[in-house]
C-alpha cells in the first residue's frame, strides 16, 4: 500500500456526476443478521429517465445471507412524493449503515458500490483534476470533504479504497466493517419534492 499513490491515473475530468448517479444500488448492513444486503429500485419498476428520479423511487432491501426482506415507499405529500436526500455513512431509504466502510485518515470512508469506490479511486488517484464546464456545486467531486482532496491523504484514502473493494467481496456478518454502524450523521430527512404522474404512479 506505500505506492498508493501512483496506482491512479495522472488526469481527471470531471463530468458532473451527481452522487444519485450511484444511487441505484446500495451495499448495506442487514438489519437481520449483520450481513451484506442490497438495496435496490422495487423490482417491476421501469428505468429511471434521470438518475434524480432514484430519489423518489420505491426500494426494496434484501439480504442474501438470511433471506430478510423489507420494502419502501416515498411518502406522499399533496400531489408529489418527498424524496431522500442522499449523503452520509448510512443508506437514506432504511436508515441502515452502508456495507462499505472504513476508517481512514481519522475520518470515516464510505461508498453505496463498487462503481462508486471506482470513481472515487480515479479521482484521489490522479494527479490532475479538471472540471471544465462543470457546475461545481452539482458535482459529487465538488461536494467531497476536505480532507479526502488532500494531497497528504492521496495513499490513505486509496488504501481505504481498496479495503472498500476489498468488503464488496464479502457479505457474511463476521466481514462487517467495524466502522459500519450507526453514527447519527445522516443527511436530513427530507428531501425534494417529485410530482406524481411520473413512471411509478
Not at 153 to 170: D, F, I, M, N, W
Not at 173 to 188: I, K, L, N, T, W
Request: aromatic content about 8%.
Amino acid at each position: 500500500m506505500d505506492r498508493a499513490s501512483d496506482t491512479g491515473p495522472a488526469r481527471h475530468h470531471d463530468t458532473g456526476a451527481w452522487l444519485a448517479r450511484f444511487a441505484g444500488r446500495m451495499l448495506v448492513v442487514c438489519p437481520a443478521c449483520g450481513g451484506r444486503a442490497l438495496v435496490v429500485p422495487r423490482p417491476g419498476l421501469p428505468a429511471p429517465k434521470y438518475f434524480s428520479e432514484l430519489q423518489f423511487q420505491p426500494r426494496r432491501l434484501a439480504c442474501g445471507e438470511c433471506g430478510a426482506v423489507a420494502d419502501w415507499e416515498p411518502e406522499v405529500r399533496g400531489a408529489g412524493l418527498v424524496g431522500v436526500v442522499l449523503g452520509g455513512s448510512e443508506d437514506p431509504f432504511f436508515r441502515r449503515p452502508l456495507w462499505l466502510q472504513t476508517r481512514c485518515a481519522g475520518e470515516i470512508l464510505w461508498a453505496y458500490n463498487e462503481e462508486h469506490v471506482a470513481e472515487l479511486s480515479a479521482y484521489v488517484g490522479a494527479r490532475l483534476r479538471e472540471r471544465g464546464g462543470v457546475r461545481p456545486t452539482m458535482s459529487m467531486f465538488a461536494r467531497l470533504p476536505s480532507w479526502m482532496k488532500k494531497s497528504q491523504h492521496r495513499s490513505a484514502v486509496l488504501a481505504g479504497l481498496e479495503t472498500l473493494r476489498v468488503l464488496a467481496t464479502r457479505s457474511a456478518p463476521a466481514d462487517r466493517s467495524d466502522a459500519a454502524h450507526e453514527r447519527g450523521d445522516r443527511a436530513r430527512m427530507r428531501g425534494g419534492m417529485y410530482f406524481r404522474g411520473g413512471p411509478y404512479e
